[in-house]
Structure formats: structure tokens, C-alpha cells
């Protein structure tokens, strides 16, 4: 598709403070100079403004994990999109896997979280994928297009338009088990379809489709490879500044 490949580190509930400043730090110097690629990472609410300040002036993105669909108001432990705009980051994650199944978030919730991260400039990594008993019953594609019809819902061309998407298989999670790249790719041209059928090619071909679940240093370039792959969502791999410089590795070389 001709995209440099975006690349973005999860960091979930990991790391402490100085370890992730020390990350950020250390990348940045590693990555000094390299153009071929896009990066980015997401780590902890309490560390967002400590680590957009060491990236200042990279090219590395900062992304929250999670933001309310309220820009404020009265969510005692909730962190609105201003606020991780305020401090720094650019982008954010949406409908992750652990979100949707750990803490109950429905499509419209999702929905109304885009909408408002959108509206603050905020660019979402809106992430979608099928259980292994949804796989399994063969509705993959029904369960996909459900998460992006729902998830899209009332959200403007322009807006769709360079948009983020992460597949992420929820079976292949944190479990050790990766999509094929092909059962991968499957996925990936039903998005690209479904973004054609509804916003055109232009837009859909604008749009970055991450694969994530189990992605390692060991599987990228096999994965990175494939034609409508145009990026990962890394979560355990990401955690440890060496295997996360592999895989930036590996991808930019493909
Ligand atoms: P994993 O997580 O790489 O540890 O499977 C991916 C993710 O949750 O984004």
C-alpha cells in the first residue's frame, strides 16, 4: 500500500516510572534518524507527561491506552481525552480487546469515546477483533463488521480518512498463539473492503490496519509483509526495549 509501517507499543499495566522514561530515552537515540517507519507507545495514564517530554522532538507518537466519552464531569477515576491531550499525546487507544471483555465496553460506548477523542484532535487506534469461539462459529466477519459499523457510527468522511484500525484477534491476545499472516490478511482486506463499500477507496486506502496478538520479533516480517498489513499493535513484546527494537527492526526493512 506503499504506507510506512506504524508500529505502536502497548505497555498495558507495566513498567515503573524511571523504567519508562529510561525506554523512551533509549528509543528515541535508537531511532534518531530513521524515517522508514512510524512509531509509537502507550503507556500508563501517570506516565504520559514524563515520556511525551523525553520525546519531544521525535518523530515517536505517545498514545493513552483509554479515555471517558465525557470530556468531563462527575467519573470519579475516569481521564477525559483533554486531559491526555493536555498532556501531550496524539494518539489513543479504542475498544481494546481487555476494555471491551474485562471491563464491559459496548460498541456505543466505544462509539461515543472516538467521537469525542476526534473532537479534540486526539487520533483514536480503534482496535476490533473476534473471540475463538466467535472464530470458531465462523463469524469472524459478522463480528467485525458489528464492531466497525457500531464503532463508525455518525463519524465523518474526513475523520475515517487516515483513521487507525487494530485488528487484534482476542485469541490471540497475550496468549502466545498469532494469527497466521494469512488468516491475518483474510481479515485485514474484509476491513479494507468494508471501508471501500462505505467511504470509498480513496479513504480506505488511507486508512492504517494494524495487526496485533502474539506479535514478536520472531513473527513481524512475515506479518508486516503482507499486503494488507500496514502496521502492528504490539502488547508483551513492547514491554522490553530490545525485542520492541527488533520488531521495529524487522518491519522496516520489508
Ligand atoms: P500481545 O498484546 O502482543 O501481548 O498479544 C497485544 C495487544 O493487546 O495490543
Redesign the pocket.
Known amino acids: 500500500m506503499g504506507k510506512k509501517p506504524f508500529i505502536v507499543g ?1 505497555w498495558k499495566m507495566n513498567l515503573t516510572l524511571s523504567e519508562g522514561i529510561e525506554f523512551a530515552k533509549s528509543l528515541k537515540n535508537s531511532l534518531h534518524g530513521i524515517n522508514e517507519i512510524l512509531c509509537g507507545i502507550c503507556p500508563s495514564f501517570v506516565f504520559l507527561k514524563d515520556i511525551c517530554k523525553v520525546l519531544e522532538g521525535s518523530h515517536i507518537c505517545v498514545g493513552a491506552q483509554n479515555v471517558h466519552s465525557e470530556k468531563n464531569g462527575a467519573y470519579t477515576g475516569e481521564i477525559s481525552a483533554l486531559m491526555v491531550k493536555e498532556a501531550g499525546c496524539t494518539h489513543v487507544l479504542i475498544g ?3 476494555r471491551r471483555h474485562l471491563f464491559g465496553e459496548i460498541d456505543s460506548f466505544i462509539n461515543a469515546k472516538i467521537k469525542t477523542a476526534l473532537s479534540v484532535n486526539l487520533k483514536p487506534i480503534f482496535c476490533i477483533g473476534e473471540t475463538l469461539k466467535e472464530r470458531e462459529e465462523g463469524r469472524t466477519e459478522y463480528v467485525v463488521e458489528k464492531q466497525l459499523k457500531d464503532g463508525l457510527l455518525g463519524i465523518d468522511n474526513n475523520h475515517v480518512e487516515g483513521l487507525v484500525i487494530a485488528y ?1 484477534p482476542v485469541w ?3 496468549t502466545g498463539k498469532t494469527a497466521s499472516p494469512e488468516q491475518a490478511n483474510e481479515v485485514h482486506s474484509f476491513i479494507r473492503g468494508f471501508l471501500t463499500d462505505n467511504y470509498g477507496k480513496v479513504i480506505a486506502n488511507s486508512v492504517y490496519i494494524q495487526y ?4 514478536k520479533p520472531e513473527n513481524t516480517a512475515e506479518l508486516i509483509s503482507q499486503p494488507e498489513i500496514d502496521g502492528l ?5 513492547s514491554i522490553k526495549l530490545e525485542s520492541f527494537l527488533k520488531i521495529i527492526d524487522a518491519a522496516s526493512i520489508q
Request: charged share 10%; no cysteine.
Open positions: 502497548n481494546h480487546s481487555e487484534e490471540a491476545i497475550g496485533g496478538g502474539s506479535v499493535l504490539v502488547g508483551g513484546a
